[in-house]
């Protein structure tokens, strides 16, 4: 009777004698190889959401510095051609601050004048549901009111809870933007002098090959946010107008949480509609003007979402629909709303590496959208 080690050493000869003659590999061999590849990238895919959330506290800053390095790069490109480049990145940060606490404080402006009309809101989100159950109930037993005399109330004693938590996510945002804003700077500075930095550590030929992967980095993902920077502009503003002509409150606010959801493909399209569609119908309860207001809103989307921006972006992303959906599936397990915002960026970066790697090109030309 044969051990083990017999059997195995067995199947091996055979499956060398079957590759000898050009025969392809038993059965059962392919379907173990299929099973220990599956294995093994399910274990590496644990390991790096696990490594990702460990190391997420340092990796998120650098990570949003190096994004936003790439954002401002054009501009400090363009100043530091007319005024020294220290001078270009004070310019640059000056506006860049007056600009945020401009857009935050008509924003918190907004969001205070929004929280003392929250009782009055809160009456008509509950007269708005009231006539939605009733409506559904006509239809679809069991979903009409079962106390016609008191509507659905929202919970305003747990709006204290919802704003102490939303204030220290605040907090803690301003500690990061503060951090990522000390990257952004060293990073600035540090920049022309990373060439110079590669070719003296790697020989001729593979400094070559690294700066051309990285010159192909540096375009793909300019170009990329120079799109969606214009892009969220061009939807943000109008969208803040149309909220003024229709007499809305909160318009500055609701501009803001547009441009900044807009860099999330695909959900943050439907978050920057959703929410200044709920605001609307909450101010105007529910009239013509909220229902046009609505349609408005939608058309400006629906053009940016399938005109504007494949119109202007053309092939700089390359990436699958598919690929898109499921990278921001996986940053968000790992990062949450960061991951999502980094992910196209994170994965065409993968994408470009992957290319000029023999045996990661196939994983590039899965990611590639080819259309």
């Known amino acids: 009777m044969k051990t083990t080690t017999e059997i ?18 038993p059965k059962e061999q392919r379907d173990r ?16 959401l696990n490594l990702l959330r460990v190391t997420g506290e340092f990796l998120r800053p650098v990570l949003i510095a190096i994004l936003l390095c790439y954002a401002i790069w054009p501009l400090h490109d363009w100043l530091r051609q007319r005024v020294r480049p220290g001078i270009s990145l004070l310019i640059i940060a000056a506006g860049l601050g007056l600009i945020a606490i401009a857009l935050g404080w008509m924003a918190f402006a907004n969001a205070e004048q929004f929280w003392k009309e929250l009782p009055k809101y809160q009456e008509r989100a509950g007269r708005f549901i009231g006539r939605a159950q ?11 009111l079962q106390d016609a005399k008191s509507p659905p109330r929202i919970p ?15 907090a803690n945002f301003l500690l990061e933007a503060g951090l990522v804003g000390l990257y952004v700077i060293f990073m600035m500075m540090e920049a022309p002098r990373f060439p110079r ?22 375009r793909a993902v300019i170009e990329y946010l120079s799109v969606k920077v214009k892009v969220n502009m061009i939807v943000a503003v109008p969208a803040a107008l149309l909220m003024l002509v229709f007499g809305i409150q909160g318009a500055v606010l609701w501009g803001v949480v547009t441009f900044f959801a807009r860099f999330i493909p695909y959900l943050g399209a439907i978050v920057a509609y959703s929410l200044p569609v709920a605001s609307a119908l ?12 609505a349609v408005a809103l939608a058309v400006l989307h629906i053009v940016a979402e399938n005109v ?29 709303i960061v991951g999502m915002i980094l992910a196209v960026p994170l994965t065409v970066i993968a994408r470009i590496v992957f290319e000029r790697l023999d045996p990661t090109r196939p994983v590039a030309q899965i990611l590639a959208d080819d259309d």
């Not at 195995?8 to 050009?22: Q, R």
């Not at 909450?282 to 207001?293: M, N, P």
């Open 8 to 25: 195995e050493g067995d199947s091996v000869i055979a499956s060398s004698v079957a590759a000898d003659h050009g025969e392809p590999a």
């Open 33 to 48: 190889s299929i099973l220990v590849w599956l294995a093994v990238g399910l274990v590496a895919l644990a390991a790096a």
């Open 134 to 144: 009733e409506f559904a109930g006509r239809y679809i037993p069991g979903l009409g």
């Open 156 to 170: 305003l004693e747990r709006i204290g809870d919802y704003a102490h938590e939303v204030f220290g996510a605040f």
């Open 197 to 218: 930095a590669i070719r003296r550590a790697f020989p001729p030929a593979q400094a070559a090959r690294i700066g051309d992967t990285l010159d192909s980095i540096n």
């Open 282 to 293: 909450l101010q105007l309860e529910g009239s013509g003007r909220s229902l046009a207001f």
């Open 308 to 336: 504007l921006e494949p119109f202007m972006t053309g092939k700089a992303v390359g990436l699958s629909p598919l690929i898109v959906l499921l990278a921001l599936a996986f940053w968000d397990m790992s990062w949450g």
